[in-house]
């Protein structure tokens, strides 16, 4: 390419200064190669890299909710369904102040009611029910979570891949008070509560769900 | 009485009630006509996305070098910045970047379990070895933070040239602060406080809404005061550019010594036609390079040990090392109201003097960082010195390749230009119109 160019303009400069222009930008040409190079040989990936929550270290301490840069946070509550005890009363879904062990809003622990609590079955006098997290409600306030811990602990904290951003920089990550945000490869951008995760890996042989499910959780 | 407790009673009660008190698990009870459901998680469905991005880029930075370069065309390179802000900005809503890729390249290098990108990679590079060949093209129209700044700049004023050197070291310092910051995985400061990107996602914390909407406005006045006094990518673009083989040429022939382009430049980069100079004043200019010359390795030195001295308040950044301070001063029982960080460190188990051992460590780097950081700042203050105590010479009026921004202002007005386009027909008719009053005597040769 030529750009347009003037003898006047360009002030003639003594051939020495020339020279090592030339011989600069060729040394920074050969620099950055090397480095990148061996950056790209050493430490890279094609895939991307995502943010996560490792469960085990998250102690839902409600940042998630308010420290995401997306209005609506990325962080979702996530059940576990194979760890959960299917609890009559459960201290993911009812507040410690309860009235009664209803739907009602003022005895619910989710400030959206985001946790749905459905009968299933009743055996020797037991109650059973499921607790479902929907997703459009949650905030990821991590109430449930924090709830659920005195329990099974099958309720956990997730960053949701079809809302997160992905920022070079988490802003959750830099408020998170236990540093339970780590970056995962964007292949396989989940993390579960070790137990989870064995009960999981148990019914991989039956289910091909458990199998999919899996294939999305980081191998670490 | 205390919520918590009644929960642990009500646990242990219906632990010891489903008979499970070994691994103090209620079990998954099996349901005669209902299957347990497997959790499921949302794909992520972009993963194409980046390599899409480095192409874009590529293509964006071929079509600014050509706009910018060879096709001459002001009208273009605006075309192509409102192009970049909406494609890097508002669509891909400006992460990564370049700027910020600069963190995850330090991180890489420093840090082997980190895993850098190939396209985090390419978009560090791709921008600097263009830059090496034709200026800096990336900030013409590519950047979004910059193209956001370039839109914004409709009333400039020209600022002293003083306060323009002294601002202009701010980039490097914060160039050297981020590298050090990344490299010790305490942060990517420039993401954190990058002041657009808020704008571009039309959402995120306040202050930096604050902070991004002030410095637009000032860009109104000040043309890119993010590029200019803040991006530290900016800081290697502009060492970069002063060795590059191809720039922005303002006149396409000869410079008639106008002034025009230097009034239009809102970003101070041209310098003008020098003035054979009285051979006294050589000589005193000749000293007061040496001056300088000497008094960089002293300037160095004593930067860098002051630089030492941070050590501390540096490695409070670190998450680390905040931790084990709020531990320390909870176990001490001095002026800690509790937190969330230490009561989950405690119930961790992990013995405290680990984190302490670690935290120490860590402050011991940043005693040599912190030394490394001021004799940085030494260099950089000495090499701005020595820049302006050496003379050159210019005949004509030229774009400050490092300062030059390839934004196509000055020869978009250059009366010469004016004249190859056709658009008038004699250079006299421009500076007439234009700065009829302002040009002074001394130039109107
Ligand atoms: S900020 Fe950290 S500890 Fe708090 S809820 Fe989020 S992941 Fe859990
Ligand atoms: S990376 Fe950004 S969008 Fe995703 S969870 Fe963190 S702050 Fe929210
Ligand atoms: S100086 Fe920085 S912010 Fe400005 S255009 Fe260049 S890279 Fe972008």
């Known amino acids: 390419m030529s750009p347009p160019n003037s003898p006047v303009n360009s002030s003639k400069p003594p051939d020495r200064r020339q020279f090592l222009t030339d011989g600069a930008r060729w040394l920074s040409v050969a620099a950055l190669g090397a480095a990148g190079g061996a950056l790209a040989v050493q430490h890279s990936a094609s895939a991307e890299m995502r943010w996560q929550i490792d469960p085990n270290q998250c102690i839902a301490c409600t940042n998630c909710a308010t420290q995401c840069v997306l209005d609506e946070s990325a962080v979702k509550a996530v059940q576990c369904f194979d760890l959960c005890g299917y609890c009559e009363i459960c201290t993911g879904y009812f507040d410690p102040q309860y009235q009664k062990l209803d739907t009602a809003a003022e005895n619910q622990l989710c400030p959206t009611g985001a946790v749905v609590r459905i009968f299933v079955e009743e055996k020797a006098g037991q109650k059973f029910f499921e607790y479902t997290i929907d997703e459009l409600q949650c905030i990821g306030c991590g109430k449930c979570v924090k709830g659920c811990a005195l329990m099974n602990g099958s309720l956990y904290l997730q960053v949701f891949h079809d809302r997160c951003v992905n920022c070079n920089e988490c802003a959750i990550a830099v408020a998170c008070p236990t540093q339970a945000f780590v970056r995962v490869s964007a292949d396989r951008p989940y993390r579960m509560k070790r137990l989870a995760k064995q009960l999981i890996e148990q019914k991989a042989g039956k289910s091909s769900e458990a199998r999919s499910l899996l294939e999305q959780v980081d191998p670490s | 009485m205390n919520s918590t407790l009644r929960w642990a009673t009500l646990g242990v009660v219906a632990a010891v009630l489903t008979g499970s008190a070994a691994a103090e698990l209620i079990p998954t009870p099996s349901f005669s006509n209902h299957a347990v459901p497997t959790t499921r998680v949302p794909v992520a469905d972009d993963v194409i996305w980046p390599l899409v991005d480095v192409a874009i880029l590529a293509l964006a930075l071929g079509l600014a070098t050509y706009?910018?370069?060879?096709?001459?065309?002001?009208?273009?390179?605006?075309?192509?910045?409102?192009?970049?802000?909406?494609w890097f900005g508002f669509w891909r809503q400006g992460c990564v970047c370049p700027i910020g890729a600069t963190q995850n390249v330090a991180l890489a290098?420093?840090?082997?379990?980190?895993?850098?990108?190939?396209?985090?990679l390419a978009f560090f590079l791709l921008p600097l070895v263009v830059t090496l060949f034709f200026g800096r093209t990336f900030c013409a129209a590519v950047c979004p933070l910059g193209a956001v700044q370039e839109l914004a700049a409709v009333r400039p004023l020209q600022v002293p040239r003083w306060l323009d050197h002294a601002l202009g070291l701010i980039p490097y310092l914060y160039l050297g602060v981020a590298v050090m910051f990344a490299a010790t995985g305490t942060g990517f400061i420039v993401c954190r406080y990058d002041p657009f990107v808020a704008f571009f996602r039309l959402g995120g914390n306040t202050p930096m809404i604050v902070f991004g909407g002030c410095l637009l406005l000032l860009g109104i006045f000040v043309g890119r005061p993010y590029c200019r006094y803040l991006c530290p990518y900016g800081a290697i673009l502009r060492v970069l550019a002063k060795f590059s083989k191809w720039r922005v040429h303002i006149t396409p022939s000869e410079c008639i010594n106008c002034r025009l382009c230097e009034h239009v430049c809102p970003y101070g980069a041209i310098e003008p036609t020098t003035v054979e100079q009285p051979a006294a004043e050589r000589a005193q200019g000749r000293r007061r390079l040496q001056v300088m010359l000497a008094l960089a390795p002293v300037l160095i030195l004593t930067f860098g040990g002051l630089g030492t001295l941070l050590a501390t308040p540096l490695s409070q950044w670190h998450a680390t090392v905040r931790l084990a301070e709020q531990v320390r001063a909870e176990e001490l029982g001095v002026n800690a109201p509790p937190s969330d960080a230490a009561e989950a460190f405690r119930t961790s188990g992990q013995p405290a003097s680990e984190l302490y051992q670690s935290a120490l460590g860590l402050r011991d780097r940043f005693f040599w960082l912190g030394g490394a950081l001021g004799a940085w700042t030494g260099l950089v203050v000495s090499a701005k010195l020595i820049h302006l105590s050496v003379r050159r010479r210019r005949a004509g009026f030229q774009a400050d390749r490092a300062g030059c921004v390839s934004c196509g202002r000055c020869y978009w007005y250059c009366p010469v230009e004016q004249v190859r386009l056709g658009w008038i027909a004699q250079p006299a008719d421009a500076v007439a119109a234009q700065v009829n009053a302002e040009t002074p005597k001394e130039m109107s040769a």
Do not use: I, M, Q
């Open chain 2, 67 to 86: 706009l910018a370069l060879v096709k001459r065309s002001r009208r273009g390179l605006v075309a192509l910045a409102v192009a970049s802000v909406l």
């Open chain 2, 109 to 120: 290098a420093c840090d082997s379990s980190y895993v850098l990108p190939v396209s985090v």
